[in-house]
T-cell receptor
């Protein structure tokens, strides 16, 4: 089956610093990638949708200048949390979709990245 | 946009009994309803899904039903086992559409009592 990886799996940083999280599709080309945030004991909340080569579409209430998303290639999307604060501490999960045609619109989830901001 | 509500938030059942989790969705254009199981600190795992042109689907001990008119769908787990303990999420999306983002319900923490 399709595999999506994330790096790092966990990160601890100081308040005010920026953190970059990578999401890679390992055995397929992902035209669309999604970024979710999950706080403890809560659901996955969609943050943004990114299409390769174009600007990400952010969900209402998500600060685009704080959560920078780049989907520069068909196998890599990055999420950068800028000027991180303790309230940004969360589990960040990406998912990737190959395309819409031919039954390839299934989304495959990455293993998640746990961010702790001190 | 789509809104998915899920009940109950916690569920405890005796091993061997059945568990039922219910969800409702708001967007009548949604046509794909996956269910995910998530263990602590791990990615959500797709366990079963149903499309809007089907009313019921079964896979061994797991079944899902869909009532399009009422915009309700449910997950049924029979003969529950300890390894079924996890958090379960229902979700809805518009599959085959460029807008096919998955919107999750709030989750149900299922505990199986030995």
């Amino acid at each position: 089956g399709a595999v999506v990886s994330q790096h790092p799996s966990w990160v601890i940083c100081k308040s005010g610093t920026s953190v970059k999280i990578e999401c890679r599709s390992l055995d397929f080309q992902a035209t669309t990638m999604f970024w979710y945030r999950q706080f403890p004991k809560q659901s996955l909340m969609l943050m943004a949708t990114s299409n390769e080569g174009s600007k990400a579409t952010y969900e209402q209430g998500v600060e685009k200048d704080k959560f920078l998303i780049n989907h520069a290639s068909l196998t890599l999307s990055t999420l950068t949390v800028t000027s991180a604060h303790p309230e940004d501490s969360s589990f960040y999960i990406c998912s990737a979709r190959e395309g819409l045609a031919g039954g390839r619109d299934t989304q495959y989830f990455g293993p998640g990245t746990r961010l702790t901001v001190l | 946009g789509e809104n998915v509500e899920q009940h109950p938030s916690t569920l405890s059942v005796q091993e061997g009994d059945s568990a039922v989790i219910k969800c409702t969705y708001s967007d009548s254009a949604s046509n794909y309803f996956p269910w995910y199981k998530q263990e602590l600190g791990k990615r959500p795992q797709l366990i079963i899904d149903i499309r809007s042109n089907v009313g019921e689907k079964k896979d061994q001990r797991i079944a899902v039903t869909l009532n399009k008119t009422a915009k309700h769908f449910s997950l049924h787990i029979t003969e529950t086992q300890p390894e079924d303990s996890a958090v379960y999420f229902c979700a809805a999306s518009k599959r085959w559409s460029s807008a096919s983002k998955i919107i999750f319900g709030s989750g149900t923490r299922l505990s199986i009592r030995p």
